[in-house]
């Protein structure tokens, strides 16, 4: 049975392991290990250990005391009761484990090996802190749509000062894959399409989450997952098989990983998928000969939830042995939940088919790491309950929660001016999410509580101050109609001067194991609306979603169209402050929205081919598909503001860039409206012709600026030859003389001004 509270004799006994820990000779040998200074006190450790100890160093598991909705994020299994646990921990069988449930849990644990162990090594405590531990932000897809890495690093730096404050050292973060099919559930954990994004968002959470020192109480350590290209999923089935050329590999679903780990990242996940027919827990080319040989790589590789054992029903692996053969010589340090590990290394290293130097080596790595988190020198620095119910929901924490939403929300059409809206409007706010307790946070949320969210009737309510008038009316549920709903929802937008109608995905609907196949509105909230436009009443739609969505019907013609994404504690607020022109939309798609959902995968930098359809009219035997031209609805990059913003004189300070030089580019925003607006300049660059062929755009870096009404700015940019970098037919980095194309745009899709630049030889 779970012990639910901690006692004042409990608290005591853990200030007495403290005690007894800080002067035992173990801490005095381990207290100081640090990676590079002190390897021999680690060996000399390693030199105590048995084959069933450092198996058990190697080996995490899910808590049998878990926290919040912890046991509903994994597949069902028996976690066993927590003294069970316990007993395992004290006995070296585990390195630590995840999802449990806060400091309380982590202090009876520490405790109990602290003063009972053989050895007496700290176990370490992970989470899946994805977008926040009790102050909840917004999900990862929709905060890259901020275009500002560092409101990722703030965020990130929140989630890891609540989340050490209850005695977690880890985080299973951030999720660094290229999205490309908005079918996969999980498009909502990474920063989506693009890979300069993907590349600067990685870097920022990392910072945020490890802090200035992986040894401080408000540190976590990062784990950059999932390796690799899980987001390349076939057909954006959840788990499928991936089959990429290692040119794709390293041209769009590695760059972010390299970034995270130049960052500090110290620790990695194997993805779920094979890569051309090599499940990633057994890719020893992926896992060691690139990420330890090509890379450096010192931390330490973590399979995902019996992502190991998987490789069985996978047909790679003829039993749990073989598995954990395959996994660990591939390069998988340490095995999650599966338990394959604990019960078969030592036996296999007996057995002369995993050499000790290997298992000794892996444990190294992590105990290092371990050190580095300042374990050995106090193994309960994040174990502390009064901080952690000191550290929950702050303030400062939920102005950010607030701050970050607004800038994750993105307007894609406004047509008229609809918005912002009036305060004093009579305003019918209608749809399955206005009023709802539930689906505000968003997926993978193991701490938060939807019930402390704010929803948007709350938001439009305190935003209006009493006046004007709110009718609140669901209409419909999330998938299912509801009775009188429609009718309720009509009666109420022909009382109202504007309907806002939410609509969207739900929590479900997103996430992992929720792949769709079709990315549409629910139908019976698509009935909803086209029932509601037919009242004539000026409808702003506002969408909740994880993932890119095909508009169709009445929602696609809407005069004005709001991402709302899951946006977290504060999501109402946020949504509000920017319906009502309390805050200027400033976000921009991270993804592309597509014409229709049958176009997916969908990326803007994508191949011309040899056919592409020339502007205007769809022709024969050009690539498109039928009615439908090669292009998203709304592409990436996308974004409007309450402004009037316009780009134009494009200058460059030569026509050639010299092979060791630089080119300036720039060019005049202009806001020439009567309201202050944020502009994301972007710059893009097309190679016309190389040796492999190139895409037809790829953002090389972009500038968020500010612009008061009526203003205007310069906008410069600098490329080096650095910037125009691509994997060349050797499969190295590369790049060639000719001609290039550049646009500075507010969209992957808009012209904004267009110049051409000549790349010199050497």
Not at 20 to 44: E, F, H, K, N, Y
Not at 423 to 443: C, E, H, S, V, Y
Not at 535 to 564: D, F, H, M, S
Request: aromatic share 6%; hydrophobic share 45%.
């Amino acid at each position: 049975m779970v012990e639910a509270r901690i006692s004042r004799r409990s608290l005591l006994m853990g200030g007495a392991a403290i005690t007894a820990w800080a002067a035992s000779p173990v801490s005095a040998m381990l207290r100081t290990i640090q990676p590079g200074r002190d390897a021999a006190a680690i060996d000399a450790l390693i030199g105590q250990m048995t084959l069933e100890e450092k198996a058990g160093q190697l080996s995490l598991m899910a808590s049998a005391w878990g926290g919040g909705v912890a046991t509903t994020l994994n597949p069902a299994g028996d976690n066993g009761s927590f003294a069970a646990q316990i007993a395992d921990a004290v006995a070296g069988k585990l390195t630590g484990v995840f999802n449990g449930n806060g400091a309380a849990m982590a202090l009876q644990m520490q405790r109990a090996v602290m003063s009972g162990s053989r050895l007496k090594i700290p176990v370490i405590f992970a989470a899946d802190i994805i977008h926040g531990h009790r102050t909840i932000f917004p999900v990862p897809v929709a905060e890259a749509a901020s275009f500002e890495p560092s409101l990722a690093e703030r965020t990130a730096r929140v989630a890891a000062f609540e989340a050490a404050g209850a005695g977690i050292d880890w985080t299973f973060a951030p999720m660094v894959d290229i999205a490309r099919d908005q079918r996969w559930g999980r498009t909502m954990e990474g920063a989506g399409e693009d890979v300069l994004l993907g590349r600067q968002f990685a870097a920022a959470r990392v910072r945020g989450f490890q802090g200035k020192s992986l040894s401080d109480a408000d540190a976590m350590l990062a784990c950059a997952k999932h390796f690799a290209a899980y987001g390349a999923a076939e057909a954006g089935l959840d788990y499928n098989s991936v089959d990429v050329s290692e040119r794709t590999l390293r041209d769009i679903y590695l760059p972010p990983f390299k970034a995270a780990f130049n960052a500090g990242a110290l620790s990695t996940m194997a993805s779920f998928n094979e890569i051309s027919g090599i499940p990633s827990n057994g890719n020893k080319w992926l896992m060691t000969d690139l990420l330890r040989g090509e890379w450096g790589f010192q931390g330490f590789v973590v399979s995902d939830y019996t992502g190991d054992e998987e490789m069985i029903l996978a047909g790679f692996a003829k039993d749990r042995r073989d598995a954990a053969r395959i996994a660990f010589l591939a390069g998988v340090d340490m095995s999650m939940k599966s338990g394959v590990y604990v019960e078969h290394l030592p036996g296999l290293v007996r057995d002369g088919l995993v050499p000790q130097a290997l298992v000794d080596a892996s444990v190294r790595r992590v105990l290092a790491i371990k050190a580095r988190l300042g374990l050995f020198d106090n193994p309960f620095r994040r174990i502390d309950l009064k901080r952690e119910k000191a550290r929950s929901r702050l303030k400062t924490s939920l102005d950010l929660a607030r701050e970050a939403a607004v800038k994750s929300i993105v307007l894609l059409k406004n047509d008229g001016n609809l918005l912002p809206l009036a305060p004093t409007a009579r305003i019918a706010l209608i749809g399955p999410f206005a009023n709802a307790k539930t689906d505000l946070n968003g997926p993978w949320v193991v701490y938060g509580d939807n019930a402390q969210a704010i929803n948007l009737a709350t938001g439009l309510t305190e935003g209006m101050a009493g006046r004007g008038s709110l009718a609140v009316v669901a209409g419909s549920g999330v998938d299912k109609p509801l009775a009188g709903g429609i009718e309720a929802a009509v009666a109420a937008a022909r009382n109202a001067d504007v309907v806002v109608l939410e609509i969207g995905e739900s929590e479900n609907m997103s996430g992992e194991a929720q792949s769709r196949d079709e990315i549409t509105v629910p139908a019976p909230q698509q009935a909803l609306a086209e029932a509601l436009a037919a009242t004539g009443k000026p409808l702003v739609i506002v969408l909740k979603n994880g993932r890119a969505l095909a508009l169709e019907g009445a929602v696609k013609v809407a005069p004005a169209i709001v991402v709302g994404w899951f946006l977290g504690s504060e999501g109402g607020r946020a949504l509000a402050d920017v319906l009502l022109g309390k805050a200027s939309p400033s976000g921009r798609l991270p993804m592309s929205f597509p014409i229709a959902s049958g176009q997916e995968p969908f990326h803007y930098d994508r191949k011309a081919t040899g056919r592409p359809n020339p502007s205007g009219d769809l022709l024969p035997y050009k690539t498109h598909y039928r009615g439908i031209p090669n292009e998203a609805l709304y592409p990436f990059g996308h974004g409007l503001t309450f402004g009037d913003i316009v780009y134009s004189n494009l200058a460059q300070n030569s026509p050639a860039m010299a092979w060791d030089g630089s080119l300036e580019i720039s060019a005049t925003i202009a806001n020439r409206s009567r309201r202050e607006a944020e502009e994301v300049v972007q710059l893009y660059v097309h190679d016309r012709v190389a040796t492999v062929t190139q895409p037809i755009r790829e953002l090389k870096a972009f500038r968020k600026i500010r612009l008061p009404a009526g203003a205007s700015e310069v906008v410069s940019f600098k490329l080096r030859r650095e910037d125009l970098l691509f994997i060349g037919t050797a499969l190295k980095l590369t790049v060639e003389p000719g001609t290039f194309d550049v646009w500075i745009a507010p969209s992957a899709q808009a012209d904004g001004v267009h110049g051409t630049f000549d790349l010199s030889a050497a």
